[in-house]
C-alpha cells in the first residue's frame, strides 16, 4: 500500500481486503480510514497488532477500545499507558474479560479500592493475583478479598495461606447455597500444611464424615475410596467432588463412605508382622522403601498404635506428650493400617472404589490397590482423562448402576470391575 494511488489509499473496501492480509497496511492508509473504528476491529478480528497503526483519535476513544477488548483482550498491550492506569476504564475492561487484570499499571495495582471492586463487581479471583505483593500481604485486605471471593486465597502470600482466620472465611465463601458441588474442598486445599488438613477446616468444608455420624455405622455397607490426594496446593479435586456427590446422593445415604483424604498422612515406619496367626512375612517395599501392607507389630486388639511397640508412632515423634490411645478413628496413626481395617469390613459388606486419573496410579494407590488383592476385596476402577469436569455426576451413575445390576455388596472375593470416562 505505501506505493499505492491517492485513490486506492481511500477505497474502504480495497483497504480493508489489503488489511485482512497484512495489518501493516494500515499504516499506509488514508488518515480516515486508520480512524475508522469498524474498519479497524474487523481487521483486528485477523491481528491484533493492527491497533497500533489506527488513528490516535481511536487511541482515545474509550468505547472503540471497550468494544476491542471485548473482541480480544490483547489488544490492551497497545492502549496508552494513563488509559491502563486509570481506574474506571480498567473496571470496564475487567468487566469484558478478567484477564485485563494482566495489563493493570503499577498504580492500580497498588489501589485498594481497584482491586476489591474487581472482586465485589466481576467476582474475579484473578484481582488478587495481580495486586502488589504489600497488599497480597496484608491481612485485613485478604480478608476482605476472601469474604468476596474464596478463591482468591490462592494468590495470597504463603503466611495468609497458613493463617486460620484467613483460609476459614475463605471455605466459609465456598459453602455458599450457589457455589458448585466441591467448591469449599477445592479452597481448602489452597491452604499450606498442616491448615489444609486441619480437622476444624476439613469439618468446614464438608469433608469430615466419621462412623459416629451415622447411626448403627458398623453394620452399614463400606465403600472404600482409592483417590489421589486433593487437599495439596494444585491437586486435582476430583476426588472431593466424587466422595462429596456419593455421600450427598441417597441412594447411598445408608453407606459409610470412607475418604483416606481426611485422615492425617504419616507412617510410623514399623517392619511389620503379620498379626493373623503370628506368622512372619518378608517385607514387601512401595517406592520409598516402607513396607506396604499396613501390619504393624502394635497386636492389641484394637490394633492402635499407642507408641509403645518399640517404634514411636509419628505423631509422637513430633510431639512427646502425644498419647494415640486417646484419639477416636486412629486419627495418629499409621494410614496403611487404618486404611486395611476399613478393607476387611469392606469384604464383608461393600467395596472399594478406586479413582484413577489420567494413565497411571498414585503411590498411596497403589500400596491400596495391593491391599485390596490381599484382603479379598471387590474393586471398581473409574478411569478419566483429566480435566473432564462431568466426571463425577457421570461416576455416580455408573456407580449406580453396577450396584444395583452387577455387583453384591456381600459375598464374593477379589474382583475388578473397570469403567473409563473420556471427552465425548
Not at 497496511?25 to 481487521?43: F, G, I, K, S
Not at 476513544?61 to 492502549?79: G, N
Request: hydrophobic fraction near 40%.
Amino acid at each position: 500500500l505505501k506505493y499505492a494511488s491517492r485513490t486506492l489509499l481511500t477505497d474502504r473496501n480495497f483497504v480493508l481486503a489489503a488489511v485482512m492480509q497484512h495489518s501493516g497496511a494500515l499504516a499506509h492508509a488514508d488518515p480516515e480510514l486508520r480512524a475508522d473504528p469498524t474498519l479497524v476491529l474487523m481487521a483486528a478480528r485477523e491481528d491484533v497488532g493492527v491497533l497500533q497503526y489506527a488513528s490516535s483519535r481511536l487511541l482515545d476513544h474509550r468505547k472503540f477500545l471497550l468494544s476491542a477488548v471485548r473482541q480480544d483482550v490483547v489488544l490492551l498491550q497497545h492502549v496508552r499507558p494513563s488509559l491502563l492506569a486509570d481506574r474506571n476504564f480498567m473496571l470496564a475492561a475487567v468487566a469484558l474479560d478478567d484477564n485485563a487484570l494482566e495489563w493493570i499499571s503499577d498504580k492500580l495495582r497498588e489501589d485498594r479500592i481497584f482491586i476489591l471492586e474487581c472482586v465485589r463487581q466481576h467476582a474475579t479471583a484473578l484481582a488478587l493475583r495481580y495486586a502488589a505483593e504489600a497488599l497480597r500481604a496484608d491481612r485485613d485486605f485478604v480478608h476482605k478479598v476472601v469474604q468476596q471471593n474464596g478463591r482468591a486465597l490462592q494468590y495470597a502470600s504463603e503466611s495468609l495461606q497458613a493463617d486460620s482466620g484467613i483460609v476459614r472465611a475463605a471455605i466459609q465463601w465456598g459453602r455458599g447455597i450457589d457455589r458448585p458441588v466441591g467448591e469449599a474442598a477445592e479452597i481448602l486445599s489452597m491452604a499450606c500444611p498442616p491448615l489444609n488438613q486441619d480437622d476444624e477446616m476439613i469439618r468446614l468444608a464438608g469433608l469430615s464424615l466419621v462412623q459416629s455420624d451415622l447411626p448403627n455405622s458398623r453394620r452399614l455397607p463400606e465403600i472404600v475410596l482409592s483417590v489421589r490426594f486433593s487437599l495439596a496446593q494444585g491437586s486435582s479435586s476430583l476426588a472431593s467432588k466424587l466422595y462429596l456427590m456419593i455421600i450427598k446422593h441417597r441412594q447411598f445415604k445408608d453407606m459409610y463412605v470412607h475418604n483416606p483424604n481426611v485422615m492425617r498422612k504419616g507412617f510410623c515406619g514399623l517392619a511389620y508382622t503379620k498379626v493373623l496367626g503370628h506368622e512372619a512375612e518378608k517385607p514387601d517395599y512401595d517406592d520409598d522403601r516402607r513396607p506396604i501392607y499396613g501390619w504393624c507389630r502394635n497386636d492389641d486388639d484394637g490394633w492402635l498404635c499407642s507408641g509403645t511397640c518399640g517404634v514411636e508412632c509419628w505423631k509422637r515423634g513430633q510431639d512427646q506428650v502425644h498419647d494415640c490411645r486417646k484419639h477416636d478413628q486412629l486419627r495418629y496413626a499409621c494410614w496403611r493400617l487404618v486404611y486395611r481395617r476399613h478393607l476387611d469390613k469392606a469384604k464383608a459388606n461393600g467395596l472399594m472404589l478406586q479413582l484413577r486419573e489420567g494413565e497411571s496410579l498414585g503411590r498411596g494407590q497403589q500400596v491400596e490397590l495391593r491391599m485390596a488383592r490381599d484382603v479379598g476385596v471387590k474393586v471398581i476402577i473409574m478411569q478419566v482423562d483429566p480435566g473432564l469436569d462431568e466426571f463425577p455426576e457421570r461416576c455416580i451413575e455408573v456407580l449406580r448402576h453396577v450396584m444395583n445390576f452387577g455387583i453384591p455388596m456381600r459375598g464374593e472375593g477379589w474382583r475388578i470391575y473397570q469403567h473409563s470416562f473420556s471427552e465425548g
